[in-house]
């Protein structure tokens, strides 16, 4: 990797951008949260509730769909997709990865 600063310390945009695919799902997800505090904005799955880890399937369905307005969707579906361990349970980019072990009879 080049050099992050330029002679006068200011990162070059093809730098930023090397540093910037070399992040974790995590890594990305966790920085644009903190992006969002920064600007006094929350996620809608930030609403003090435990709705979106819920153990009750219908509480999490009604607001999975409350995900498609968020503005970090995207890196939230990254995440999950690419978490290990693997998700099991809970709402993220308003699909529910809970795992049901139901049996049908």
């Known amino acids: 990797m080049r050099d992050l600063p330029d002679r006068y310390g200011t990162p070059r945009p093809w730098d930023l951008l090397e540093v910037r695919c070399r992040m974790t799902a995590t890594e990305t997800l966790s ?22 880890t819920s153990d009750d399937h219908e509480v999490r369905a009604k607001v999975a769909p409350h995900c498609q307005v968020c503005s970090i969707l ?16 809970g709402i993220f980019a308003g699909i529910d990865y809970t795992t049901t072990s139901r049996t049908t009879t």
């Open 74 to 89: 995207h890196l939230c579906h990254d995440f999950a997709d690419t978490a290990r361990p693997r998700i099991t349970f």
């Open 31 to 52: 920085a644009a949260l903190r992006s969002m505090t920064y600007r006094d904005q929350v996620p809608p799955c930030a609403d003090g509730s435990n709705a979106w």
